[in-house]
Each structure stands twice: as C-alpha cells, then as structure tokens.
C-alpha cells in the first residue's frame, strides 16, 4: 500500500508544474528559486485553529525579512474542503488581517481544489489557476505585490493570458501535468460564490 500524500510536496509539485511551468503567475518563480517561500503544514480540523495558525503566520510575515521569507503558503488538507465554506472562511480571514492592523501590508490569496470563479461553470478549466491540490492561505506581501507589477509589462493582462493558457491546455493536459490522479486533480462540482 503506497504511502499517504505528503500535502506540502504536492502543493510544491502543483507550484513548480503549474503555476511556475504554465506561467499561471510570472512573480512565482523567484521567491520559488531563492527559497523564499515559507511552506505551512496546518493540521488543524476545527475553523477556530486553521484561524489561530493564521493569525500566527500573518504576524510571523508581518515580522520577517523579507530576503528571508517573503510569501506563506499555509496548506490545510483537513479543514475547509468545501469550496463554498472556504469561500465563507476568506471573509473571516480578511477581518482577522484587518484586526492585526495589516490591511495594506499582506493580502490573502485564495487556492482550492474546487475553485470556481463566479459566473462560471464547475468544469470550466479557467478555475484551474486558483485550484491546488488541497485548500491553501497564500500571504503576500503587497510591497512584493507592487514592485513585481511595476516591473512587469501589463500586469493587467495577466489573468486574461492565464484563461487562454488553460483553454489552449483543456483537461488532459491539465491533469496529465498534475501526474498521477490524487487529491484535488480531478474535474470539481458545486455551485459558483457570487462574490469571489
């Protein structure tokens, strides 16, 4: 019997094959290459200690040097695998930055397995730039955000060149870049959240 995934190494599989091999997002590659990302294994089965791990990991960025670490992926396999109650928890999420007097200072993306932007359908591949193999909390510092957006040439073209990117892909390619089928490489279900 093969050995339970590893979340992180898969998450670092999907980053590298993914969002660094499709060119999903042009500024990953970097803090990829120098080690600058922090890699966050929450164990956490309950929302109230996936928010303790946050508010912890916002505070340990917050603090940082940047040359040390300047980004967080916080993987958490166990809680919020439900894309719509991951959707509810990001507003949770965003108070929580607000509360630590952060807002303007690190913003919180969002990755899921079963990520659907609204107004799309579930099996739309243009969700795959925000679908990871299990739910992550990515931390970004925006002074990060603002220096790599001003070095790039129409930073605003960006999500539209990653839609054409996945549409030129499709689903076999998608998948058959993940590798071997495991959690959140498969075609998701469920219902569009008008509001992300």
Known sequence: MPPPPD???STRTWLERAVIGLNLCPFAKAVHSKG???WVLCEATDTEALLHT???ELQHLAEADPQ???TTLIVHPQVLGDFLDYNDFLDVADAALAELGLEGVIQIASFHPQYQFAGTEPD?????TNRSPYPTLHLLRE???DAAVAAF???EAIFETNQATLQRLGWTGWLALQGPAGPGQNEPDGPADPHR
């Open 153 to 155: 040439p129409e930073p």
């Open 36 to 38: 600058r990302i922090r």
């Open 7 to 9: 979340p992180i190494a």
């Open 124 to 128: 739309d591949i243009e969700n795959c």
């Open 68 to 70: 040390d670490v300047d």
């Open 54 to 56: 946050l508010v912890q």
């Open 143 to 145: 002074a990060s955000i």
